[in-house]
C-alpha cells in the first residue's frame, strides 16, 4: 500500500471551441477548416481518486510541458 500513496495519474484531453481563439493542434484538415481547442491537464493522486491538479493551455501546447 506504500506505493499506491506516492502514485500520481497524469492525463489530458482537448476540448474543442466553436471558433478560432487558441492555436489549432495536430495537422491542417484537408477541408480547409480548422478551430482551436482547449487542452485539460489533469494529475490524479491513485490512492484518493480525486484530481489534485489542473491545469488548462492550449490545445498545440505539448504534454511534456505538464
Known amino acids: 500500500m506504500e ?3 506516492k502514485l500520481f495519474i497524469v492525463d489530458s ?3 474543442s471551441l466553436f471558433k478560432d481563439i487558441l492555436k489549432v493542434a495536430g495537422r491542417p484538415r484537408k477541408d480547409g ?3 482551436g481547442g482547449i487542452k485539460a491537464h489533469v494529475m490524479i493522486h491513485a490512492a484518493e481518486l480525486m484530481p489534485c491538479l489542473v491545469q488548462f493551455t492550449e490545445a498545440s501546447r505539448h504534454d511534456h510541458t505538464f
Open 3 to 5: 506505493v499506491i500513496q
Open 13 to 15: 484531453t482537448v476540448i
Open 33 to 35: 477548416r480548422s478551430k
